[in-house]
């Protein structure tokens, strides 16, 4: 890559003893148009990229699906055990106190 030279067109002293550089517009833009054609990255390079960031992507959803499942199968647990200590109750022999320390040991 060429070093980009940026020609002074004069300069001034302002009021406080700063100097003040007047750049030619024409050349810096041209000088910043052949900069990001430098950087621009290949074809090859995009198609890299954009290759990587799929894989993560998929990585990220496979993980996401994975911890929805297990969730799902905790959520189905736990309405079961709901299910089960409604049906003691209903049919009178459900003793709360020990139910609830049973539930407590269960479900931790």
Same mark, same amino acid.
């Given at each position: 890559m060429d070093i980009i030279v940026i020609m002074v067109v004069g300069g001034r002293q302002g009021r406080s003893g700063e100097d003040h550089i007047h750049l030619s517009s024409t050349k810096l833009e041209e000088a910043f148009l052949e900069y $990001?054609? *430098? !950087? =621009? &990255?290949? &074809? @090859?390079? !995009? %198609?890299?990229?954009?290759?990587? /960031?799929?894989? =993560?992507? %998929?990585y990220i959803i496979s993980q996401q699906e994975k911890e929805q499942e297990r969730i799902s199968e905790?959520? @189905? *647990? !736990?309405? *079961? @055990?709901?299910? %089960? /200590?409604l049906d003691r109750y209903d049919r009178g022999d459900y003793d709360e106190e020990r @139910?609830?320390?049973? $539930? =407590?040991?269960?479900l931790w």
């Open positions: $990001l054609e *430098a !950087i =621009k &990255p290949s &074809p @090859e390079l !995009i %198609k890299l990229f954009r290759y990587k /960031v799929m894989q =993560k992507w %998929k905790r959520l @189905e *647990a !736990i309405e *079961a @055990e709901v299910d %089960k /200590v @139910e609830n320390d049973r $539930l =407590k040991m269960k």
